[in-house]
């Protein structure tokens, strides 16, 4: 652990919205660093993998040596936030994978890309979400996953239409939508909370 | 496709979602940063460009290399060959309209593609006016060579901008002059007080507010990629350098010798545009790579990046 007040956050920096992600984490509270080698991503207290295209991500991931130390550290505990494709990331399952492509894994669910549809039915609800205290937060949802099943140990944080959108298991958190577009960093400060949390054990 | 649309859910939940935002626009630019978007011309090249990681392929009938080549008027894609792509792989798919052809734009919104480029690729359809892409669900992309330009796309709804370059020629020199001079304009506005944003709106013939907007935030208000010759691995990672967000590479993967092979390295090349020995890596044993044209001898008639005003 670096500062435990200024826990060392990395963003997962293959693809995707990884400068927004660094800012909410910054307004949160944290360190961000970018996370594209192994060695970059030994030295951090968390991890947020970042909305993008999952498919490109995984790719990556394979071609680059992270994908086995990324499940080393989250099988030894490191806190780890998804969006949208991150939540796809963390999933042990997906319903429809391309093929080849692998997720990191560590939260027992089944998610379904792309649940909530094309561009066209992309949209903004506000979602009432566990753990984050001040009212709903803005949900932006892009071609976004919802999660189809989750075994005994996840707790499911929201949902939107019936449909889980954010789920934790234990330091694992993930959600369909993308609070880094909003600028409201409320659940950037959970999981920040989360990091530090480990420090404490 | 989901069974429930969110207007179904909207009664139900009494919170009413809102679709065709321009966060959600402009969001779903955000999403294909450091990635690369390829031009592909039938079901089998989008499963090429998906395999090899490209993060959204763009739909179109002929390559610009071809256009070049067989001349007449480019049109809107055959709409079974764009529902073909669709079906093919689960990545974004993007598809062109003329400049000006709303009908066009109207249509491509209809067959539910995620992205709409009103594209000087195409033969334009209005020499005086683009589409007002406020009035659509789905999002534009527009081609820019210089920050009036991109702002004054902007300003009637472009969601992402690209620097235009000189697609199917396979060279980078014009792309690279299109993002330098918006960077440079872009640094240039950064320096002005605030009397001075005034005249530089008028000198950019772009609204003060955007013209306000970007001297704040120092970058666009939406994503900026960069288009238009991008052929090696090299060329990509030069264009990240230079300041793109990511790259739309056209003919540069399909004109080539060994098509996904090419479009993996210039995936990777993208993300570690700033990584030289990954780059040279990424660049070995690709095979051809497409022939290409010198800009300078294209005949004013044919430069594609003039049209679009």
């Known amino acids: 652990m670096n500062d435990t007040q200024r ?14 992600h660094f800012a909410a984490l910054a307004g949160a509270g944290a360190e961000p660093r970018t996370v594209r080698r192994p060695e970059e991503l030994a030295e951090v207290d968390g991890l947020v ?58 939260i027992d669910m089944i998610v ?19 753990d984050v205290e001040g009212g709903p937060v803005e949900g932006v949802f892009i071609r976004a996953p ?19 959108v954010a789920v934790r298991q234990g330091r694992l958190l993930a959600t369909s939508f993308h609070p880094e577009l909003t600028g409201d960093h409320r659940v950037h400060e959970a999981f920040v909370a989360m990091v530090r949390g480990t420090a404490d054990r | 496709m989901s069974s429930t649309s969110p207007a179904a859910s909207a009664a ?48 179109l009938e002929r390559v610009p290399a071809d256009i070049r080549k067989d001349g007449g008027v480019a049109r809107m894609s055959d709409p079974d060959m764009i529902d073909g792509i669709i079906g093919a792989v689960s990545i974004p798919v993007m598809a062109k309209s003329r400049i000006g052809h709303f009908v066009e734009a109207q249509l491509l919104q209809a067959l539910g593609v995620d992205y709409i480029d009103e594209s000087e690729v195409l033969t334009p359809a209005d020499e005086v006016n683009h589409s007002d892409k406020w009035a659509f669900t789905t999002p534009f992309v527009c081609g820019a060579t210089n920050l009036g330009e991109a702002l004054r796309r902007i300003s009637e709804g472009a ?23 918006i960077k440079a304009e872009i640094g240039r506005l950064k320096s002005l007080d605030n009397h001075e944003l005034y005249a530089a709106a008028k000198e950019l013939r772009a609204p003060y507010e955007l013209v306000r907007e970007v001297a704040e935030l ?24 230079l300041g793109a ?19 993996a390295a210039i995936v990777k090349a993208t993300t570690f545009y700033d990584d030289p020995k990954v780059i040279a890596d990424a660049s070995r044993a690709l095979g051809e790579a497409m022939v290409g044209i010198n800009c300078d001898t294209l005949p004013e008639s044919e430069r594609y990046a003039s049209r679009g005003w």
């Open chain 1, 7 to 20: 826990p060392l956050i990395g963003v997962l920096a293959l693809q995707g919205d990884v400068r927004e």
């Open chain 1, 49 to 106: 993998i970042p909305g993008g295209e999952s498919t490109t991500i995984s790719k990556l991931a394979v071609a680059f040596g992270l994908l086995e130390p990324l499940r080393e550290r989250v099988r030894a505990g490191m806190p780890v936030y998804g969006s949208c494709a991150g939540m796809i990331m963390l999933a042990d399952k997906i319903l429809d994978p391309r093929s080849g492509q692998e997720t990191v894994g560590g």
């Open chain 1, 112 to 130: 379904r890309r792309n649940a909530f549809g094309r561009q066209n039915e992309s949209f903004e609800a506000a979602v009432d979400m566990a």
């Open chain 1, 146 to 164: 919802w999660v189809e099943s989750t075994g005994a140990e996840v707790r499911v944080l929201a949902r939107h239409d019936g449909h889980p």
């Open chain 2, 12 to 59: 139900a939940s009494g919170n009413t979602p809102e679709t065709g935002t321009a966060r959600v626009k402009r969001g779903m630019a955000e999403q294909l940063k450091g990635g690369v978007i390829m031009d592909v011309v039938t079901p089998e090249e989008a499963k090429i460009a998906e395999d090899a990681g490209a993060v959204a392929v763009m739909a």
């Open chain 2, 159 to 181: 969601a992402m901008i690209r620097s235009k370059g000189e697609a199917g020629t396979g060279n980078v020199v014009e792309a690279v002059r299109h993002m330098r001079q």
């Open chain 2, 218 to 241: 120092g970058k666009l208000p939406v994503v900026l990629f960069s288009a238009g010759g991008v052929a090696t691995p090299a060329d990509a990672a030069l264009m990240r350098q």
């Open chain 2, 245 to 263: 967000e990511g790259v739309f590479v056209g003919s540069g993967i399909f004109k080539s010798g060994d098509p996904a092979k090419r479009a």
